[in-house]
T-cell receptor, first 111, second 114 residues
């Protein structure tokens, strides 16, 4: 079993829809939870991070962590074609150095 | 800030040849990471450095792979000899000492071994 599981998709939704992207993880020691966005033929870029459980909002993006169920989510409101990318979740144990990435979910927003 | 710089952006080589990938991290960052990304395996950490010192190379697949960081502004990943299964996109990322959760990725080197 991988430490971080993510459905690779692809996921295709119409413009304006609410998008939900999810990951599950197995290591309860993870404390930091990140979402990276990767456009085609580009490197991943940090979108959001959350420490421990709870929600964090940044514009149209909301990251949610439920440590009790080891489930993390990224919600995108009013999705735009420019949101089309691969989204990778990444987890980190506090004090550790290595990010553990999910497989990434490929998202397409159709105009 | 120029961001993380990688070269070459594309490399096509024949099996058995030596390949050297280069990375210049963001100035002031003290950690550097080398990743490999494929459709099948996703993003895999190969090796990382702190203050130019290799800390964990457990992700390096075989002895054919080696990495160096001679100074704070330059790192190389070498594959010798290369094999077709090494074909992938190789990313370099750097991280500041504070903000240990954030890594800044370069544009990647797309390697094709024929």
């Amino acid at each position: 079993q991988k430490e971080v599981e993510q459905d690779p998709g692809p996921l295709s939704v119409p413009e304006g829809a609410i998008v939900s992207l999810n990951c599950t993880y197995s290591n309860s020691a993870f404390q930091y939870f990140m979402w990276y966005r990767q456009y085609s033929r580009k490197g991943p870029e940090l979108l959001m991070y959350t420490y421990s459980s709870g929600n964090k909002e940044d514009g149209r993006f909301t990251a949610q962590v439920d440590k009790s169920s080891k489930y993390i989510s990224l919600f995108i409101r009013d999705s735009q074609p420019s949101d089309s990318a691969t989204y990778l979740c990444a987890n980190l144990i506090q004090g550790a150095q290595k990010l553990v990435f999910g497989q990434g979910t490929r998202l397409t927003i159709n105009p | 800030d120029a961001g993380v710089i990688q070269s070459p952006r594309h490399e096509v080589t024949e099996m058995g040849q030596e390949v050297t990938l280069r990375c210049k991290p963001i100035s002031g960052h003290n950690s550097l990471f080398w990743y490999r990304q494929t459709m099948m395996r996703g993003l895999e950490l190969l090796i990382y450095f702190n203050n130019n010192v290799p800390i964990d190379d457990s992700g390096m697949p075989e002895d054919r792979f080696s990495a160096k960081m001679p100074n704070a502004s330059f790192s190389t990943l070498k594959i010798q000899p290369s094999e077709p299964r090494d074909s992938a996109v190789y990313f370099c990322a750097s991280r500041p000492e504070t903000g240990f959760w954030e890594q800044y990725f370069g544009p990647g080197t797309r390697l094709t071994v024929t």
